[in-house]
């Protein structure tokens, strides 16, 4: 399974964490992440089949929608769930997908630090944080009987 890890772009302060909107700089991060994330998926015909059966699970949180929103328009393809606001646990963010039963390729939007100590559950076995700079997308192929998962590439805001 390809899964696909996205940290929401850069936000305005402000002292009601959830309805956070991205700055200006955030949606320009974010435009430019969904332009490079459309160009790695490729065409319907290549190996990763242009996302057409993509996945996508994100935070409900107002800056996530919004990063989100330069990839998607339509919301109603999209799982919004609370726990990935609330910092899941990575047992709990692999529940979420649906693994090891999930075999489409998967995109979580979320947050930091929590997006962080599931990669690092993910690729080293132990949660313990990775750091996710805004915006940055990393790109993990997770195989069912594997201990790990294999970090295939990270694009950088």
């Known amino acids: 399974m390809e899964l696909f890890l996205w940290r929401h772009a850069d936000a305005l302060s402000g ?3 959830f309805d956070r909107e991205l700055s200006q700089s955030g949606h320009n991060q ?3 992440m969904a ?3 459309r160009e790695l998926a490729g065409p319907p015909s290549g190996p990763l089949a ?3 059966d993509l996945r996508i699970f994100a935070s409900p949180s107002k800056r996530t929608r919004q990063t989100l929103a330069h990839f998607c ?3 109603s393809i999209i799982k919004f769930c609370m726990p990935l606001y609330e910092n899941a646990y990575p047992e709990e963010t692999l529940d979420i997908l649906a693994w090891p039963d999930i075999t489409l390729p998967a995109l979580i939007v979320g947050h930091q630090p929590q997006i962080g100590i599931f990669a690092d ?3 080293a076995g132990a949660p313990h944080p990775l750091s996710f700079g805004k915006c940055d ?3 993990l192929r997770l195989t069912p009987g594997q201990k790990n998962a294999q970090l295939v590439q990270v694009l950088e805001s």
């Open 121 to 123: 559950y993910l690729l």
């Open 73 to 75: 328009k339509d919301e």
């Open 50 to 52: 242009g996302f057409t």
């Open 137 to 139: 997308l990393w790109w």
């Open 35 to 37: 332009e490079r994330f």
């Open 30 to 32: 974010a435009r430019r």
């Open 15 to 17: 002292s009601n964490d």
